[in-house]
């Protein structure tokens, strides 16, 4: 089993940033590529960012690239997702999650096993 507790949301203005932290426990946490994915209202879950279990690739969804960065600190089990130049349309729960041992379809949600309670962001324009 993993465990993951996200933190880091809150209400921030257009143009913004914010720092989301996952802190993982359980298992060999850092065998896992680790995921961001989001949920607004009336939406469905979708894929926001993804980093392999060493870190040293990552992935991100068109509307995010440029603005966001997944990273991850294995010796302290967390992953951080930092978002700048946030927009209205950001406006969601923001879940961390692990992928699937030996899954490289890090954009399709159904491929993460563990999920944590997620976080909310909130950007006013």
């Known amino acids: 089993q993993v465990q993951l507790v996200e933190s880091g949301g809150g209400l921030v203005q257009a143009g913004g940033s914010l720092r989301l932290s996952c802190a993982a426990s359980g298992r060999t946490v850092s065998r896992y590529a680790m995921g961001w994915l989001r949920q607004a209202p009336g939406k469905e879950r979708e894929f926001v960012a993804a980093i392999t279990w060493s870190g040293s690739s990552t992935y991100y969804a068109d509307s995010v690239k440029g603005r966001f960065t997944i990273s991850r600190a294995n010796y302290k089990n967390t992953v951080y997702l930092q978002m700048n130049s946030l927009k209205p349309e950001d406006t969601a729960v923001y879940y961390c999650?692990?992928?699937?041992?030996?899954?490289?379809?890090?954009?399709?949600?159904?491929?993460?096993?563990?999920w944590g309670q997620g976080t909310q962001v909130t950007v006013a324009s």
């Open positions: 999650a692990a992928a699937r041992l030996g899954t490289d379809y890090y954009s399709n949600p159904g491929e993460y096993d563990y």
